[in-house]
């Protein structure tokens, strides 16, 4: 059997290999991954170990050859110019451009191109350039043959992380097939109005639409993923530490935490640092979910875990092991030093996002269109929008 009837899959930008765990947990297998960042491929390497698949290069200078033939080829490309925390440059700027590098390595593949692609990014994708960006990227797999489907999932449906991401799927697809612009068939839990808004003013993208099952409720809490670390741990922050954090918050965030400092039991709440006219400000949530976890560019992005109850409280920085679970990643071997732990954890992909999408769409797909004619199964809605849709 070949390697492309077997899902292997080519997973590039691919950091510390969570794309990875969450699509052999739905059944693919690697083929090959593409980093240029060393610490993660560090990380990469003390779980997975050095079994040759990784190639540590800038995805500009990756040659088609080296690349094998592939069911499934992901890109979780750089956000750092399509984020709002970011300088918004775009697809232009210098980290996010590396997207046409990987356009490059596709179209360089010619016959080779993998039926499948699968990208992610931040939701600021979608309105990066007043929408610009996120047009060219999918008018760029357009002209490569891939019909596209967009749609935006938080990973806090899966785990106790506040954390958007939109994901573009790209499929080779047989014929053209019935126009459907109701924007009802489009707008779920995982495609928000905004979403379906973009689709329908861009007739011109060569759009597959596919229907997705709503997504899980969430079952697990701050408090379920917190490490019982010793109260002698270094982790913990000092108390003039901590007294200097309650005083750069906010009247009201003030409040919430000393409401939890007076409570009876005790209680985990996540703050970060932004700043605020000017000043630093401790920002504190308490709903039982963490922030958005983040790469520890200075201090800012490094999230603080705040602990309080019966009159005390403490606080120190999320353990990597935390952040590990945080990502659905609850086993994943850590060797790496803290802030590269942190780094690692906060540019990947969660987990079980990846497997939910895996299971629920990249299999269907697989099955109805590339699987062996004798293993297919019956198609599942969907709904072609705007050009006429070609393999």
Same mark, same amino acid.
């Given at each position: 059997m070949s390697d492309l009837l077997?899902?292997?899959f080519a997973e590039f930008f691919a950091g510390i290999g969570l794309m990875r765990i969450g699509l052999e947990r739905a059944g693919w297998r690697i083929a090959f991954a593409n980093d240029i960042d060393e610490d993660k491929w560090e990380m990469y390497r003390d779980h997975f170990g050095n079994?040759?698949?990784?190639?540590?290069? $800038?995805?500009? $200078?990756?040659?088609?050859?080296?690349?094998?033939?592939?069911?499934?080829?992901?890109?979780?490309?750089?956000?750092? $110019?399509?984020s709002l925390a970011g300088a918004r440059q775009g697809l232009e700027g210098a980290q996010s451009s590396a997207?046409?590098?990987?356009?490059?390595?596709?179209?360089?593949?010619?016959?080779?191109?993998?039926?499948i692609i699968l990208l992610e990014n931040v939701t600021g994708f979608l309105s990066s350039n007043d929408g610009n960006d996120f047009r060219d990227a999918l008018l760029?797999?357009?002209r490569l043959g891939y019909a596209v489907d967009a749609f935006i999932i938080d990973a806090v449906r899966f785990v106790p992380q506040s954390r958007q991401r939109l994901f573009v799927v790209g499929a080779k697809i047989h014929d053209a097939l019935v126009c459907n612009e109701s924007p009802k068939f489009f707008e779920s839990d995982s495609r928000p109005g905004s979403l379906v808004d973009f689709i329908l003013w861009h007739p011109e993208i060569n759009w597959r639409i596919r229907s997705l099952p709503s997504l899980p409720s969430r079952q697990a809490h701050l408090e379920d993923i917190i490490e019982n670390l010793s109260p002698n741990s270094q982790m913990w922050w000092s108390r003039d530490r901590c007294e200097y954090l309650l005083n750069q918050m906010s009247p009201k965030h003030r409040a919430q935490a000393e409401a939890m400092i007076r409570g009876t039991l005790t209680c985990y709440g996540t703050v970060f640092r932004r700043v605020r006219n000017g000043r630093s400000m401790a920002e504190?949530?308490?709903?039982?979910?963490?922030?958005?976890?983040?790469?520890?560019?200075?201090?800012?992005g490094r999230q603080i875990l705040f602990v309080a109850g019966k009159g005390r409280f403490n606080v120190r920085l999320l353990t990597p092991r935390e952040c590990a679970r945080l990502m659905g990643a609850d086993d994943f071997v850590i060797r790496a030093p803290l802030n590269q732990a942190l780094f690692g954890f906060g540019d990947a992909v969660c987990v079980p996002v990846i497997e939910w999408?895996?299971?629920?769409?990249?299999?269907?797909?697989?099955?109805? $269109?590339y699987a062996p004619e004798k293993t297919r199964k019956v198609p599942k809605a969907v709904t072609s929008y705007g050009k006429t849709s070609r393999r």
């Open positions: 077997q899902q292997s079994s040759g698949e990784f190639v540590l290069k $800038d995805v500009h $200078d990756l040659g088609s050859a080296a690349i094998p033939t592939v069911a499934l080829a992901t890109a979780s490309f750089p956000c750092n $110019d399509l997207f046409w590098g990987f356009i490059e390595v596709l179209t360089k593949m010619g016959r080779r191109r993998p039926p760029a797999l357009n504190l949530r308490t709903d039982g979910i963490a922030g958005c976890l983040r790469t520890p560019r200075g201090g800012s999408i895996a299971q629920n769409y990249l299999n269907c797909l697989w099955q109805e $269109d």
